[in-house]
């Protein structure tokens, strides 16, 4: 089993920044994917930005303002946000995907910007 745990959401004006973490226990391998989805009030769930061992993939709404990283040796990863909107706001949950291509969350951090 897998658990995922994040941490750093908040409340931040308008052109702000936030480090969110997402710590995870269990079966996990550095080889595949980890990452972070979000979901606004009455809006899908969606790709913010993913991370494996070759490559990062990021939702088009956040390129160049967002930046993910990875740090295997503590399970984490982490993302860094920059420049945000008041579009920005939502619940964040971390994501990672298994081997056998299971999907395992986090509970979600609130994030909101806001003047």
């Known amino acids: 089993q897998v658990q995922l745990v994040e941490s750093g959401g908040g409340l931040v004006q308008p052109g702000g920044s936030l480090r969110l973490s997402c710590v995870a226990s269990?079966?996990?391998?550095?080889?595949?994917?980890m990452g972070w989805y979000r979901q606004a009030p009455g809006k899908q769930r969606e790709l913010v930005a993913i991370?494996?061992?070759?490559?990062?993939n990021y939702g088009e709404s956040v390129k160049g303002r967002f930046a993910i990283s990875r740090d295997n040796a503590k399970n984490t990863v982490y993302l860094q946000m920059n420049s945000l909107k008041a579009e920005d706001t939502a619940v964040y949950y971390c994501?990672?995907?298994?081997?056998?291509?299971?999907?395992?969350w986090g509970q979600g951090t609130q994030v909101t910007v806001s003047p």
């Open positions: 994501y990672y995907r298994d081997y056998v291509g299971s999907r395992y």
């Open positions: 269990g079966s996990i391998s550095s080889i595949y994917p």
């Open positions: 991370i494996s061992s070759d490559n990062s």
